[in-house]
T-cell receptor
Framework: DAKTTQPNSMESNEEEPVHLPCNHSTISGTDYIHWYRQLPSQGPEYVIHGLTSNVNNRMASLAIAEDRKSSTLILHRATLRDAAVYYCSLAGGTSYGKLTFGQGTILTVHP | KAGVTQTPRYLIKTRGQQVTLSCSPISGHRSVSWYQQTPGQGLQFLFEYFSETQRNKGNFPGRFSGRQFSNSRSEMNVSTLELGDSALYLC??????????????FGPGTRLTVL
């Protein structure tokens, strides 16, 4: 399985943008890049996903490198509610129902 | 729509016992995946079921098994519990989007403690 590598922790101030990086140098051509976040005592929550092109939704933006070996989750204006563990994961198009998670990044947001 | 529900939320068992965990997916979702989350190993995929058939399986011993019913509800069973089975067990239901990938929606998990 392709692996993902993320920084263990990052900090941000409220109302500022946050860029969370992820390396996935062994990604295969059919792997989608998914981001999830997990708040304490909850299950992971879907944030965004993409294959090759950059993606935007109401929660965040996903920037994917041209060679697809890395990606960045962008939170445009961090709030205290965004403090969570953020996971970058890969999901193969033919690997049914399986997400491969990395160790995640603990995001701390300061008021 | 109601989210993914898991029962029970907390469970305490002793070594050697067996346990059954239940998951009700989001209405209309036919795929259910199970994950184990521990501080040391993180989130690890156990298996996935679709239309009552196991389509994918992770690297766990045979003590871990599951099944899915015709209404898409799923159960997982762990037999002969070991101390190392203490973990948060997460269930996720999903649908395959037009692009061909599964967006998974997770339940709150069942916290299993083995004494």
């Amino acid at each position: 399985d392709a692996k993902t590598t993320q920084p263990n922790s990052m900090e941000s101030n409220e109302e500022e943008p946050v860029h969370l990086p992820c390396n996935h140098s062994t990604i295969s051509g059919t792997d989608y890049i998914h981001w999830y976040r997990q708040l304490p005592s909850q299950g992971p929550e879907y944030v965004i996903h993409g294959l090759t092109s950059n993606v935007n939704n109401r929660m965040a933006s996903l920037a994917i490198a041209e060679d697809r070996k890395s990606s960045t989750l962008i939170l445009h204006r961090a709030t205290l509610r965004d403090a969570a563990v953020y996971y970058c994961s890969l999901a193969g198009g033919t690997s049914y129902g399986k997400l491969t998670f990395g160790q995640g990044t603990i995001l701390t947001v300061h008021p | 729509k109601a989210g993914v529900t898991q029962t029970p939320r907390y469970l305490i068992k002793t070594r050697g016992q067996q346990v059954t965990l239940s998951c009700s997916p989001i209405s209309g979702h036919r795929s259910v995946s199970w994950y184990q989350q521990t501080p040391g190993q993180g989130l690890q995929f156990l298996f996935e079921y679709f239309s009552e058939t196991q389509r994918n399986k992770g690297n766990f011993p045979g003590r871990f098994s599951g099944r899915q019913f015709s209404n898409s509800r799923s159960e997982m069973n762990v037999s002969t519990l070991e101390l190392g089975d203490s973990a948060l067990y997460l269930c996720a239901s999903s649908f395959r989007d037009r692009g061909g990938t599964d967006t998974q929606y997770f339940g709150p998990g069942t916290r299993l403690t083995v004494l």
